[in-house]
């Protein structure tokens, strides 16, 4: 990536770089106070502001500040099911077979909406109940951030 | 009088009253910010916010103009049930984000957050202004819903409408987003009542479902059209697929849809919510299905009006008094998404022009005063278009408007997930998709006549573009809208490493990952005192590009030991 020009300031003739990893802290320098080096207080310039040299860098940022999608987990992989089958009407297009004299077609779009109420409310439980398990490690996290 | 408009008017007096009451329900010291007036106080329970979704989603237009089309094409106009299925499990993943960075930088906006995430002024007022733009016509379709109801009981067009309107104004004005919350719990009873009426109806006419779908088949049969039919023909597949993905992005960009969400209390509200919706779906459905049941019964529209189609149903079939609770339900369902979209495009025109470019420093006080009076010019604007220029009108505004807001998803809905895009890429793929999209709409006939196949207008005639445009030879469309945000994807995701390249500066994300995730109870997460209290928390202008934005580390201040105020400026 690009770590020239603004981006990496250059202090007191010496190419010392001010952002980076030292001594385990992640520590960022300022253009307009010189060598002054703060640690990282909670908002952070992105993009070219140097903070995030090499992809390698960014993993272990991500790591060392819980950066990484705190919200992530598999099961929201489920959601899929009552998305995609509602947009294939190869599966409901159809009139056999009627259900109280109604068309295929029409009672199995309207039992769609059961479906994905029992999804969302199956994922809502097994997000919930995983972030208050691994409820711990995100609060650390965030206590190092903040 | 008839009983039905006596019934009729009992009801919307009470709702009237309702809403002016709202003002007092949980009454804030102040009612004069913005999170009070036009979300509410940010603080609303499962229930309310169900009721509050619920009237929101499924408006009065929805309920009137859907059947019509069921009852003009069958299958083919069934297509807001996957498209109001699907809806659900996509909010699921996104709206717990949006709700969490909007409630630790107290946006109130979409386009508020915009502008943070990428950094981007330009960005974020075109959001803004395509929310707006997308909204008016919305309103108008209210309107219509209303308009077809005293069609039926048969009183005129212009004073009824403009003096309904007028009350909701007031009530709006007055109370904000608590109006519409507390009246919508009496649109959803009506509501269920009227899908209790039909379902009992249907059973009691000899033969039920049965004979009513053999008959509307029947029908269908005879029609010269060739797009119409129990189940979709061939050529309407595609068309049918893309609609109802497309309108599932596009209600979860709706202005108004967000600031429902806003409302609520906390991220798990929000969820339980999305998990209960789906099943309110069924209430739209079994309204489509009196499509079939006035094919049935021989039903035909009021003064040439199709949209009359539902509430004359409800004349020729059910009591007098059953029918004008029906028609109260409808003129109630169009009260309340009327007004949180009028909030809506208010509180955007505030957040994000009035502020921004007009009077940067406006206090609390002023802003909700702002949003107050544009909220009134809104609904307003939207009587105008209706009763000056035609119904036909604001319909095409409106499918122009579905296809506008769609080309917000790259900045709104993927900028929750990623600030990888280039501020510039946004705003080019943002054009193109506006560009592409109205020349698309543009091309597009309307068509009708016996057989539907006859040019009766030559642009701007629906949303379903005609794939032989492209030279292949087939009957098949597809939804204008998917195309446009394919195109502005496509162009945003190209862009974006170009400029990078060409070292065209990114902005600045004044978010964090954390941000996208706080709940109620987290720090971060601003406590109602504090936004009640309503001023600014003092912004510490930085130094340099590079020096952090917030207190620092080392320099104690007498807000440290308020975790919540150490938090952010605002945006």
């Known amino acids: 990536m690009r770590a020239e020009g603004s981006a990496a300031p250059v202090v007191g003739g010496a190419a010392a770089r001010v952002s980076g990893l030292r001594g385990g802290e992640w520590v960022r320098g300022t253009a307009a106070t010189g060598a002054r080096v703060l640690p990282v207080e909670r908002t952070i310039a992105r993009h070219r502001s140097g903070e995030w040299p090499t992809v390698r860098d960014r993993r272990e940022r991500r790591a060392a500040f819980g950066e990484g999608r705190q919200d992530k987990s598999r099961w929201h992989w489920l959601l899929l099911v009552p998305i995609v089958l509602p947009l294939m009407p190869v599966i409901y297009n159809r009139v056999d077979p009627t259900l109280l004299g109604m068309p295929f077609f029409y009672w199995c779009q309207l039992g769609f909406a059961f479906l994905a109420s029992g999804v969302i409310a199956f994922v809502h439980k097994k997000v919930t109940a995983a972030r208050k398990q691994g409820g711990k490690t995100v609060a650390t996290a965030g206590e190092r951030v903040g | ?571």
């Open chain 2, 1 to 571: 009088m008839s009983t039905q408009l006596t019934v009729f008017v009992v009801v919307f007096g009470a709702v009237a009253v309702m809403g002016f009451a709202a003002a007092r329900w949980r009454r804030p010291d102040s009612i004069h910010t913005l999170e009070e007036w036009g979300l509410g106080g940010r603080a609303f329970g499962n229930w309310v916010t169900f009721f509050l979704l619920s009237g929101d989603v499924y408006t009065a237009y929805t309920f009137v103009a859907v059947p019509t089309l069921v009852y003009g094409m069958g299958a083919a106009g069934f297509f807001p049930v996957p498209f109001l299925v699907i809806v659900y499990p996509m909010l699921f993943v996104v709206l717990a984000r949006f709700w969490s960075v909007c409630h630790v930088h107290g946006f109130v906006t979409p386009a508020e957050f915009v502008r943070a995430r990428f950094g981007s002024r330009g960005i974020g007022t075109a959001v803004a202004l395509l929310g707006i733009v997308a909204t008016m016509p919305y309103i108008a379709l209210q309107l219509i819903g209303m308009e077809a109801v005293f069609e039926v009981m048969g009183l005129p067009k212009g004073w009824p409408l403009t003096l309904a309107f007028v009350v909701l104004a007031l009530y709006t004005f007055n109370s904000g987003l608590r109006g519409p919350a507390l009246v919508s719990i009496v649109k959803d009873a009506l509501i269920l009542w009227a899908v209790l009426a039909v379902l009992m109806i249907v059973a009691m006419t000899p033969g039920q479902w049965d004979t009513i779908f053999r008959i509307a088949e029947n029908r269908y049969a005879i029609t010269p059209r060739t797009d119409d039919g129990l189940v979709l023909p061939v050529q309407s597949q595609l068309n049918y697929v893309t609609l109802a993905l497309g309108s599932a992005v596009a209600l979860f960009l709706y202005p108004h849809t967000l600031t429902g969400v806003l409302a609520s209390r906390n991220r798990s509200t929000l969820r339980r919510n999305l998990a209960v919706l789906p099943i309110y779906t069924l209430t739209l459905g079994v309204l489509m299905l009196v499509g079939f049941a006035a094919l049935y019964s021989g039903v035909q529209p009021v003064g040439g009006n199709a949209n009359t189609v539902v509430p004359q149903w409800f004349n020729e079939n059910a009591p007098a008094w059953s029918a004008g609770l029906a028609f109260a339900a409808i003129g109630v369902g169009a009260m309340v998404p009327a007004a949180i979209m009028s909030i809506a495009a208010a509180n955007l025109f505030t957040r994000d022009i009035y502020r921004v470019y007009l009077r940067p420093y406006a206090s609390a006080r002023e802003e909700t005063y702002v949003s107050k009076s544009v909220s009134l010019t809104v609904k307003f604007g939207a009587l105008l278009i209706l009763l000056l220029l035609n119904t036909q009108f604001a319909i095409d505004l409106q499918l122009i408007g579905g296809v506008v807001i769609m080309q917000t998803l790259p900045a709104v809905a993927l900028g929750l997930y990623t600030n990888w895009f280039h501020r510039w890429a946004l705003g080019l793929g943002m054009g193109a998709g506006l560009v592409l999209g109205l020349f698309m709409l543009w091309q597009v006939p309307k068509l009708g006549g016996a057989d539907g196949r006859q040019v009766v207008r030559e642009h701007f005639g629906g949303s379903a573009w005609p794939l032989d445009n492209l030279g292949f030879d087939t009957q098949a469309a597809i939804y204008v809208g998917i195309v446009a945000l394919a195109v502005n994807l496509l162009v945003a995701v190209a862009a974006t490493p170009v400029l990078r390249g060409l070292g065209v500066a990114d902005g600045r994300d004044l978010t964090r990952e954390h941000d996208y995730v706080a709940d109620e109870g987290d720090p971060t997460v601003r406590r109602m005192t504090e936004i009640i209290d309503g001023e600014p928390v003092p912004e510490e202008k930085p130094t340099s590009f590079f020096t952090p934005v917030g207190p620092r580390r080392g320099t104690p201040s007498a807000q440290d030991d308020d975790p919540s105020r150490r938090a952010y400026p605002r945006l």
